[in-house]
């Protein structure tokens, strides 16, 4: 069912970027860990650096169940269905972890950038004003703690189940017993479904959105405040800096992260037309699961959009921006090549 030699060269690219993110990740958390600063704006942003390296780090080591998977025939499922019961995606509870876990990290990474964004273009503007330091952690904790909740709620409330979904490399809960999943559904099922999905994408796209516009603002601020911020001598010159890096640490995530968002929107906009003319419901697994309907007209006949473009998108593409980070540290960060190369 899947190209063998495709399969194992994903597989490698996605070892490499586990095992390199993962090495340097933790190497950057320790880093930001030893920095001892007086001022309390740069001890704010220390904390936010730890929250974004410790993020990336688990990001990284999430790959490891896709990892083990891409490499199984068959993708640990054989044309016959005989399951290879090792594989981590086939433990029902550690598919209800890991769906969780990658959901939370990867929206977390996106409200941290957004987050140390507009930080950055705070302290621009007003560069005698301090941050509470608080915040730094206030933040990122009452997501986790949200998100937590809010999964705690939908397994009491629902009868979820996890499902591993070997077209996308990953596990999914479906608020279905597993008697109905399979079964055929309505148009009113399926707009409830594209409705759905579209609720759970806005968040990140609004964040993915404020990001984007806090990093335009923090560019034309840059030049506008200049002259103002080069007269409070060094302390200017490190905010200048420290304001170039936040900028193009932006740019990089926008990068790695905007072709996932601009295919599911065109997705559910491919749905939502076919419902048009539907007249008669569609299997509900091959609904939620996105890239495995081949009625899709984004995926049709293309089994590479099917079974590799969701892998790419979302898992490698979040855990690549995880490990360019700390490629960015060496190269903008003085200290850390410093410490690296082992001067320190």
Known sequence: KYNIFADHTLGLALALVSLTGTVLNISSFIYFNRQENARRNSRYFKRLYLVITLSDTLICLSLLPAIQAVFSPNRGQSVYGEKNNSLMFYNKMFC????????????LSTVMVAFLSLSRLFTLTFPLNEIKLWLSWAIPAGFVLAFIAFWAVLEVATNTTAFYAQEVL???????????????????DLLVGVLSVAAYNIGPTLIFLI????CAL????????????RGLGNTGKRLQEATKSTIIFTVIYILCNIPLLIFVWLYLADVYREMVNLKEGTV????????????????????????????????????????INPIFYYFRMKEFRNMIRGNQ
């Open 218 to 229: 923090s560019v034309v601020s840059l030049r506008k405040t200049s002259h103002r911020v």
């Open 170 to 188: 990953a596990c999914f809960l479906f608020t279905l017993p597993i008697y109905d999943i399979m079964a055929v559904v309505t148009n009113s």
């Open 96 to 107: 209800n972890v890991w769906v969780v876990s990658w959901w939370m990290l990867s929206q």
């Open 284 to 323: 509900m697994i091959q609904f939620l699961i996105h890239w495995n309907n081949n009625a899709r007209p984004l995926t049709a006949g293309n089994s590479f959009l099917k079974h590799y473009m969701s892998v790419l998108m979302h898992q490698f593409g979040v855990a690549l921006n995880s490990t």
């Open 211 to 214: 990001t984007c516009t806090s």
